[in-house]
């Protein structure tokens, strides 16, 4: 069984794609809305919230887990890989590696924005890892700390959320108008794609288009790549598998399954787990 891990909503926009690519599988996916947002909480939190999260799916059965959460993935991710797994039990996989490798071939100016929580902007995480690959990108990074509450209250389809998408996009172009692609480097925003495209569509602050890029085909390209690769990992978090999806949320089962249904646009009948349990294991 394969987990999905992410702070709330933010994962199920990776969930999706991976689905469509890898449906043989069973999956598990854990939201933690109730202590959601990660992305202003310090690097021991969220790697406390993320260690007890890998170790709760590592419980239920997951042979291998995706931190679909860019900022535990640039907060916790290598702690975890280095110091708390036993890799011939489990494999970790963040988000943040298979964006960087995909990229860089999409720009022309070699000007990108990354658009992410507090978090992962004060990693530094994609500036580092996007320079390993080439020294030449010119990258700007722009926290966005209103989206994810508005995502995980349900407001990011209405007018009000319009303000905060504008106020963002408008600073990150200010600051760099050779901008050509915008990494969405946290995995709730294209929760907000249609409006950012939108907004993107009727600007006049750069003089050439600028292409928006969701990371949830990029992660499932790369996993389908990994599992080819690790054929005994394939096949231990395939065995016994229906293709089947379960939904665990440390938040309301009925709130989650709502808001999931829409996201994902089918039935979804989540179910609730206190975190003080998953804190325990
Ligand atoms: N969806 C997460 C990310 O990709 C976390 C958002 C949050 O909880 O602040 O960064």
Known sequence: MIGIFDSGYGGLTILNHIRQRLPEYDYLYLGDNARAPYGTRSFDV?????????????????????????TASAKALRSIQQNDINPDEIRVLGVIRPTVEVVPTRTRTKHIGI?????????????????KQDPELVITQQACPMWVPLIECGEHMHEGADY??????????????????????????????????????????????????????IVAESLADYLERHQDIAERAMAGSRGSCTFLTTESANKFSDSASIFLDEEILAKHIEYSVISQT
């Open 164 to 217: 905060f998408v504008e106020k963002y996009l408008t600073e990150l172009l200010a600051r760099d108008p050779l901008i050509d692609t915008i990494i969405l480097g946290c995995t709730h925003y294209p929760l907000l794609q249609e409006k950012i495209e939108a907004f993107l569509a009727n600007q006049s602050i750069s003089a050439q288009s600028v292409s928006v890029v969701a990371q949830g085909e």
């Open 46 to 70: 969220i790697y406390e919230y993320t260690l007890e999260a890998v170790n709760y799916l590592q419980k239920r059965g997951c042979q291998l887990i995706i931190l679909a959460c860019n």
């Open 115 to 131: 658009l992410a929580t507090q978090g992962t902007v004060a990693s530094e995480s994609y500036v580092i890892e996007l320079q």
